[in-house]
């Protein structure tokens, strides 16, 4: 069971770089998928998620990512992608995607860290002005 995080890089801030997150050994549309970063000196935060958890897609962005930040998901080919646009110097960051299964949880637990099971390795992410 395994997460893997790729398509981190370093660019200039307006461009665009889409990351994506692909499970091996478990269906990952059978799960809740979160991104998280967390930037140099900062803890952990969570921006983004998708939940099917009450039986349709649901999708979750952290004020500072709104309106950049867009999710999908390819049951496919077992990947979520995080698409990032209009990128800017404060999002340089490690960037983690986790999984947890599907399960209704208040908004406010939606995102919270301690309920995520799965987690990826990791991708940089490197925005300069």
């Known amino acids: 069971v395994q997460l893997q995080a790729s398509g981190g890089g370093s660019v200039q801030s307006g461009e665009s770089l889409r990351l994506s997150c692909t499970a091996s050994g478990f269906a990952l549309g059978d799960y809740a998928v979160a991104w998280f970063r967390r930037a140099p000196g900062k803890e952990r935060e969570a921006i983004s998620c998708i939940d099917d958890s009450d039986g349709y897609s649901q999708y979750f962005y952290a004020d500072s990512v709104k309106g950049r930040f867009t999710l999908s998901r390819d049951n496919a080919k077992n990947t979520v992608y995080l698409q990032m646009i209009s990128l800017k110097p404060e999002d340089t960051a490690v960037y983690y995607c986790?999984?947890?299964?599907?399960?209704?949880?208040?908004?406010?637990?939606?995102?919270?860290?301690?309920?995520?099971?799965?987690w990826g390795q990791g991708t940089q992410v490197t925005v300069s002005s």
């Open positions: 986790a999984a947890r299964l599907r399960t209704t949880l208040q908004v406010m637990d939606v995102m919270a860290l301690n309920k995520y099971n799965y």
